[in-house]
């Protein structure tokens, strides 16, 4: 069983920063790669940041040069730093791993809870 848990969401001023962090835990083989989407009522889900096992990142053009996503392997954890945030960035924050629990088995991917990232004007 293998378990997401995210924290760092809440209330920050437009300008500000917020870091979220997303722990994996449970039987992990190997770790393909990591993201983060976002979700906004009547709007679909979009792919914010990702980054590969071998450190390769991608980023949503809204979020260029303000969020930054960063692992920690040994901890299984990725981040997302945010900055100069916007009223716009606000959403419902979602991790997501790409992972193996044994080897030989197909990668999978796990999602977690959610976050909630609100951004006041």
């Known amino acids: 069983q293998v378990q997401l848990v995210e924290s760092g969401g809440g209330l920050v001023q437009s300008g500000g920063s917020r870091r979220l962090s997303c722990a994996a835990s449970?039987?992990?083989?190997?770790?393909?790669?990591r993201g983060w989407y976002r979700k906004v009522p009547g709007k679909q889900r979009e792919l914010v940041a990702t980054?590969?096992?071998?450190?390769?990142?991608n980023y949503a053009d809204s979020v260029k040069g303000r969020f930054t996503i960063s692992r920690d392997n040994a901890k299984n954890t990725v981040y997302l730093q945010m900055n100069s945030l916007k009223p716009e960035d606000t959403a419902v924050y979602y991790c997501?791993?790409?992972?193996?629990?044994?080897?030989?088995?197909?990668?999978?991917?796990?999602w977690g809870q959610g976050t909630q990232v609100t951004v006041s004007s």
């Open positions: 980054i590969t096992s071998g450190g390769s990142t």
């Open positions: 997501n791993v790409n992972l193996r629990v044994l080897p030989g088995r197909p990668a999978q991917r796990y």
């Open positions: 449970g039987t992990i083989f190997s770790i393909n790669a």
